[in-house]
């Protein structure tokens, strides 16, 4: 069975600066992408950025970017340059391909501070 | 593209009755959509994957009686929530994806709230 760890309820980061969201996840197979999704007010749920885990190399997008550290089962998010718009729920979220589900992650809500 | 649509995006219903929540991908075949369950403050949580002409398969604990899903074609699926009871109040999710190897794309939700 697939867990997935956020340890942090919420954190928060002045605007224009860079932070970090932690996440662990646990699985037996070894053939998962991993993803970062984020659900402002609006409660719809938008992709942020994925990494395939036979990939050594971590996943960025622009601002985005992951620190994936396979030994360890690790998979944290980094926003760099915070903007008002980051402020979300952000869930991590590993999809085994043999169990072909997404599980997503208890959530880390974070407030950007202007 | 990746556009997934879920209506209604509210709906309130009484005690006893069924609502049907419907699914679409709008701009590509979803072979595989899966049906998520979220509480107020809390994450998301997996109620069955449905794909394309067969049936859905349920997770542990939902009763696949309460919730029936239908998936019968590459750009529908729906969720009728039968006989709803105040308990089955909550926000519904959908999502698809277009392979085996795609993202999955949600839909905007459904709140569902039953007096």
Known sequence: AQTVTQSQPEMSVQEAETVTLSCTYDTSESDYYLFWYKQPPSRQMILVIRQEAYKQQNATENRFSVNFQKAAKSFSLKISDSQLGDAAMYFCAPFVQGAQKLVFGQGTRLTINP | ?115
């Open chain 2, 1 to 115: 593209g990746a556009v997934v649509s879920q209506h209604p995006s509210w709906v309130i219903c009484k005690s006893g009755t069924s609502v049907k929540i419907e699914c679409r991908s709008l701009d590509f075949q979803a072979t595989t959509m899966f049906w998520y369950r979220q509480f107020p403050k809390q994450s998301l949580m997996l109620m069955a994957t449905s794909n394309e002409g067969s049936k859905a398969t349920y997770e542990q604990g939902v009763e696949k009686d309460k919730f029936l899903i239908n998936h019968a074609s590459l750009t529908l699926s729906t969720l009728t929530v039968t006989s709803a009871h105040p308990e089955d109040s909550s926000f519904y999710i959908c999502s698809a994806r277009l392979t085996v190897n795609s993202p999955l794309h949600f839909g905007n939700g459904t709140r569902l709230t039953v007096t």
